[in-house]
């Protein structure tokens, strides 16, 4: 049967329509939308965001983009619209209540695979050479030894980068130590401090946390706060206690999308839901960000090209 010139062009229409329609679904044919990854400032957080978009783009065939921004203002873009996904957050209760809970602009995605520890450390040689300094009883004792030009009178406790989920002045006045708290500045400064106090014997105590990749080259020492108990830090409106006087509590570091991403790509959600690692993976690609002078996007592409095994169960089914 002959087809005529109105059927042909009725047939042309449903084709064309097909392929958009299966374009705008975020398979791995290719796609227009466009997935906002949140970027925080530390190389553990930029090396699972490389993972991520690498495989959001090669295997998925979306848009990505990367933003560099603090914590706060990552959640704050559940509600403009500007973000889609934080790949690695440090608990934040009162955010999560407020964006999660009330707003419902955004949804917790779930685990990374990797627990977080926060807190005080010093260098190996100083726990060697004084045992009893991991005790946060005797940190009064050694107060003079941090003394620094920005500390005036007090023992010095560096912290890191200013937007970092930090409690320690209110940590420092609770428990009546005679310190002050001075930022520090970048993650890069932090460890810089670091090596250099191990490296010259000098005395240092400040912010740091696991897992970090700088871990494996100079085992720092943790100091022993009081013992997290569950609420001792938080109040049931998810702000922290101006009294607080215990230690960070255990991270379950979980990933968070936006109710936008569910809706405009529900793949690309599925997947940043199944995204789960090690530490030792993280700190892989961490280390070739930080000390192999790599992008995030070649660090990421050069574990997602040794780990097949391990992420393709991470991609949704077609």
């Known amino acids: 049967m002959e087809v005529t010139r109105r059927a042909r062009a009725l047939v042309a229409t449903a ?17 227009s939308e466009v997935v906002d990854i949140a970027v925080n400032p530390w190389v553990g957080y930029e090396a699972n965001a490389g993972v991520i978009g690498t495989l ?17 203002v990552s959640w704050e873009g559940f509600e403009s619209g500007e973000i889609d996904a934080i790949v690695e957050n440090w608990g934040h209760e009162d955010l999560a209540k407020t964006y999660i809970t009330d707003k419902k602009v955004a ?18 040689w100083m726990a060697t050479k004084y045992p009893d300094i991991t005790d946060w009883n005797n940190l009064n004792k050694y107060a003079s030894l941090f003394k620094t030009s920005e500390s005036g009178d007090k023992g010095q406790l560096l912290d890191g980068d200013p937007s970092y989920v930090t409690n320690d002045v209110a940590l420092v006045k609770n428990l009546g130590l005679d310190y002050e708290v001075v930022v520090g500045g970048s993650e890069a400064a932090l460890i810089e401090s670091f090596r250099k106090a191990e490296q010259n014997k000098t005395p240092l105590l ?3 946390y696991s897992p970090q990749w700088f871990l494996n080259e100079v085992p720092l020492v943790k100091v022993n706060l009081p013992a997290w108990t569950a609420g001792c830090d938080y109040d049931a409106a998810g702000a922290v206690k101006p009294d607080i006087a215990c230690d ?16 405009k790509a529900p793949k690309a959600a599925q997947f940043i839901k199944n995204f789960t690692w090690t530490a030792e993976d993280q700190n892989t690609v961490s280390n070739y960000i930080a000390n192999d002078a790599m992008t995030r996007e070649d660090a990421g592409a050069k574990w997602v090209k040794d780990n097949e095994a391990k992420w393709k169960p991470w991609i949704p089914a077609s």
């Open 206 to 208: 400040a912010y740091f």
């Open 107 to 124: 949804i917790d995605a779930g685990p990374t695979g990797i627990n977080g520890i926060i807190g005080w450390y010093v260098p190996p």
């Open 56 to 72: 959001l783009k090669d295997q998925l065939g979306f848009t990505v983009k990367y933003k560099e921004l603090t914590e706060q």
């Open 15 to 31: 084709a064309l329509g097909l392929i958009v329609a299966a374009c705008s679904g975020g398979g791995s044919g290719g796609t």
């Open 248 to 263: 960070y509590p255990p991270y379950n570091l979980n990933k968070v999308i936006s109710k936008n991403l569910e809706d």
